[in-house]
């Protein structure tokens, strides 16, 4: 299944995202959504955030948001920090948060700072953000 929707999100991205949001919620539907997110975030973040804001909450959405910001975070650190943050399980989300920082700090260390310090997250998580770049 990942080698057909791999092959397809190359073809037709936004075809292939609306066929995987066709399947039941469940196991297919998240891999589907994380072998979409793989090559759709990398090719073209933009379009890929917005079928991921279409998703509803969920595990799909959840899988795929951490795939995005994987994808994403070099090319487009701050989106990938956006859904970085939008995770739910904590272990996850500190490590998307830390990947999209480190990324954002090297484009735009002024904008990431502000940011990562006024997010509201744990004292001790911005910290260790903001001592990557140190």
């Known amino acids: 299944m990942k080698a057909v929707i791999s092959s397809m999100v190359g073809a037709d991205a936004p075809y292939t995202a609306s066929w995987i949001q066709n ?24 379009s890929a955030a917005v ?16 795939q995005f910001v994987d994808s994403a975070a070099d090319s487009e650190p701050q989106l990938a920090w956006n859904w970085a943050a939008s ?3 904590p272990s996850k989300q500190r490590d998307a948060l830390e990947k999209a920082a480190r990324q954002w700090l090297r484009v735009d260390d002024k904008t990431a700072r502000a940011t990562i ?16 770049t140190d």
């Not at 399947?23 to 973040?45: H, I, N, S």
């Not at 279409?54 to 595990?59: H, M, Q, W």
């Open 23 to 46: 399947f039941p919620e469940g196991d297919v539907r998240e891999q589907a959504g994380e072998t979409l997110m793989k090559r759709w975030a990398k090719d073209d973040p933009k």
């Open 87 to 89: 995770l739910t399980d």
């Open 51 to 66: 079928w991921l804001n279409s998703l509803p909450e969920g595990a799909t959405r959840e899988a795929a948001a951490k």
């Open 117 to 132: 310090q006024t997010s509201g997250l744990p004292p001790d998580l911005i910290a260790k953000l903001l001592k990557r």
